[in-house]
């Protein structure tokens, strides 16, 4: 059966190097933040596994027989890049995931990273992605300088993301520091501890969970009706509260058209991001539909090795197996 994986990341020294020419200006870390931080990183970052494509991405996506993986140069620019700068590197990105598909024909696809900072921009970087080379959706990652992105002035890059029918997935980025400090340190544990609460632990999705129930809440849907989602992790903890959002986020005073989850069920598609657990696919087919279920690993985040008889081997159906494997990925990126 193909096997078809979105949410797949790689990063390219050029694109690394024209970022951290702005970084040098970011605030100086305390001692204590700067060794968690180096923790964080190096867990964050897993080093030339991020880099490479032929020593052991492609034996990795032939070892667990993946077909095809779903590019995304995740976070080329931090808040700190100039927008004309910002537009510039995020080009340089996608031209350089462009080339590593043309490199290895049929192995892999690509969704777009683009300037957050500058919104317009951003929609025509996204339109020449999809029309000149090729890419399947769109990735965007966190937040732009604290901001979600339910804000009127990022609307035009949902608005191109429609009208060129492709998915906009959402992934985790490190939160704003006050978040953080305010929700998840603590002298009860270690700085490293709650930095890693903060973010892979529990934090991050949280913050992807409340990006998205946000645009969801503003109407975004009503004003875009073609417009779909992908959401990682598992759903970034939103589908275990859709009866209880339904419930206190009632169309009396949301003013919307649907109910939440009415939403949620239609226009998201939930990936595993690689957390391979049986209860959570069967619960999530169960609530979703195996057609609103697309497979991915998070490479090289998470690297399991039971990716094909995971899902070979799970209770779903032939259909639904099939379905996640691959159809509903060929469908919705076209591919």
Known sequence: MRIITLEEHYTDRRVMDANNAFNKNRTQLSPERAEAMKFLMSRAFPGEELLDFEEKRLPYMDRNRIDVQVL???????DLVPAAEAVRICRMAND????????????????????????????????????????????????????????????????????????????????????????????????????ELASAGYGWHSEVGIQISRLILSGIFDRLPNLKFIAGHWGETIPAFLDRMDIFLDQGITGLKRRFSEYFKQHVYITPSGILSTDQLEYIVKLMGAEHVLY????????????????????????????????NAEELLKL
């Open 96 to 195: 350089i995931t462009k080339r590593h598909m043309d490199a290895h024909p049929g192995r892999f696809a690509g969704f777009a990273t683009l300037p957050m900072a500058d919104p317009a921009a951003a929609a025509e970087e996204l339109e020449r992605c999809v029309k000149a080379l090729g890419f399947r959706g769109v990735l965007l990652a966190g937040r732009y300088k604290g901001r979600f992105y339910n804000e009127e002035e990022f609307f035009p890059i949902f608005e191109k993301a429609a009208e060129l029918d492709v998915p906009v997935s959402f992934h985790p980025a490190f939160i704003p520091m006050e978040v953080q400090e305010t929700y998840y340190m603590s002298d009860a544990y270690s700085f490293v501890v709650g930095s």
């Open 72 to 78: 995304s140069y995740t976070s080329p620019v931090s």
């Open 296 to 327: 991915a690993v998070d490479y090289p985040y998470m690297k399991p090795e039971n990716v094909y008889d995971f899902l070979m081997n799970s209770r779903l159906t032939d259909e639904q197996k099939e379905r996640i494997a691959h159809k």
